[in-house]
């Protein structure tokens, strides 16, 4: 074998593009909610690749079913279909609201593929001019232009040139902003049942049965962005079943891999069979490596033992948060549903929510934001009780840290 190159943080800034930046440690090895970066440290890794690592770090299932399909196929192309992406569709349909299911590789190409679904669909259906998109402010979509546009925050779609065109944006939460908004010329609202990165925050039962209503009512349809909130990591399979309101379309990605990159979309037969043969596609899509990988997690992910445990962890978590904030007072208040969960900083620590990150890094704990005033968790599913009670013994050390201003 030949040496491998030396490379640290600082190559970082000499090869990569600009646009992340990332913390100063390089993790090098990951194992269920553990991680070890270059030096040997260890942390508690309770962001989970921003919601990603459903089962962990090289969960054993998802490792064997890599190993096996790694040795077996790889890739094909959709010029032929495979058996674990058939075998992943039939799961998904059996679980779920939808009779059809479409694979690609990512969240913003799974909401890329919803919109211009919904888009051709009102197209055949109905008219030319039944266009519009209805988004909601502060929402996250992806980064293709398409969702990034979609999506609710302008930084992120402001200075590349002219935006794709039809997309209004409504307040969350309130419905009559988007009453204002809706008509006839909809085709489709697309929300997230809880904004993720906009600040974990849930949709209202209201607010969510009120967008169904409103769809239609205007025969637009219903996009549940699921990426971050679907495969469990609410408690529910998906988020929508919580609040017992049947969408069009739901979009996942994340979870559904647990690390290894794949989307999809989920939707209806009346709708699906909008997608005609040559209307969309990719290349990747449901390749049989990501397929593999996908059905293992969703047989360990849709068992009631693991869902159940879901919600049992969430209260331990939500016990544990509560405990740091009688000693230190930081956050007003502890939101969030299943192990998506956002502690909000209160008005005295307004905007420090980024503090957190780099106080729990030194104190070998991993978490992430949403937004300047809010600390979120997104642990893997199956975290360990002693890894939780571990976990925050080390951000109460952060915390403590921060409050005092070091
Ligand atoms: C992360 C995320 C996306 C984008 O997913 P990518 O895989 O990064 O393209 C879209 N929608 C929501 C709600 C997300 O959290």
Redesign the pocket.
């Known amino acids: 074998m030949t040496d491998q190159l030396q490379v640290n943080r600082a190559t970082f800034d000499e090869v990569m593009l600009p646009n992340y930046a990332p913390q100063n440690m390089v993790p090098v090895r990951g194992d269920g909610s553990h991680v070890w970066d270059q030096d040997g440290r260890e942390y508690i890794d309770f962001a989970g690749g921003?919601?990603v690592n459903c089962l962990g770090h090289c969960h054993p299932a998802l490792v064997q079913a890599l190993q096996e399909q790694g040795q077996k196929l790889w890739h094909v192309s959709n010029v032929w279909t495979n058996e674990p992406a058939l075998r992943l569709a039939t799961k998904l349909v059996d679980a779920t609201f939808a009779d059809k299911v479409f694979f690609c590789n990512?969240?913003?190409?799974a909401?890329e593929a919803a919109l211009k679904l919904a888009r051709r669909y009102a197209v055949d259906v109905y008219s030319e001019e039944k266009n519009q998109i209805i988004s909601f402010k502060q929402s996250?979509?992806?980064?293709t232009f398409f969702?990034v546009t979609a999506g609710g925050q302008e930084i992120y779609s402001d200075g590349f040139g002219p935006k794709p065109g039809a997309i209004d944006h409504a307040v969350y939460n309130d419905l009559a902003s988007l009453e204002a908004l809706i008509s006839d010329k909809t085709c489709a609202v697309i929300l997230?049942p809880m904004q993720?990165?906009g600040g974990v925050m849930p949709a209202t039962p209201e607010f969510m049965q009120g967008v169904r209503a409103l769809c239609d009512k205007h025969n637009a349809l219903m996009v549940l962005?699921e990426?971050?909130t679907g495969f469990g990591r609410t408690g529910y399979l998906y988020m929508y079943e919580l609040y017992g309101v049947e969408p069009d379309i739901v979009s996942t990605?994340?979870s559904l891999g647990g690390g290894f990159p794949i989307?999809a979309i989920l939707t209806k037969n009346h709708i699906a069979e909008h997608l005609k043969f040559g209307t969309h596609g990719t290349t990747y899509g449901g390749n049989p490596l990501a397929c593999a990988v996908a059905e293992a997690a969703f047989d360990i992910i849709n068992t009631t033992e693991v869902l159940a445990g879901i919600k049992k962890r969430e209260a331990m978590f939500r016990q544990k948060l509560e405990q740091i904030n009688d000693k230190y007072q930081v956050f007003s208040e502890i939101r969030g549903e299943g192990l998506l969960l956002g502690a909000v900083m209160n008005q005295a620590h307004e905007g420090r929510a980024k503090e957190f990150i780099a106080a729990s890094i030194e104190q070998g704990f991993m978490c992430l934001v949403a937004g300047p005033n809010v600390v979120r968790f997104a642990p893997s599913l199956i975290v360990e009780e002693q890894d939780i009670e571990e976990g925050f013994k080390r951000f109460d050390k952060a915390v403590a840290r921060v409050v005092a201003g070091d």
């Open positions: 921003i919601a990512s969240g913003a190409e909401n996250f979509h992806g980064r969702t997230e993720g990165e962005d990426v971050q990605a994340k989307g």
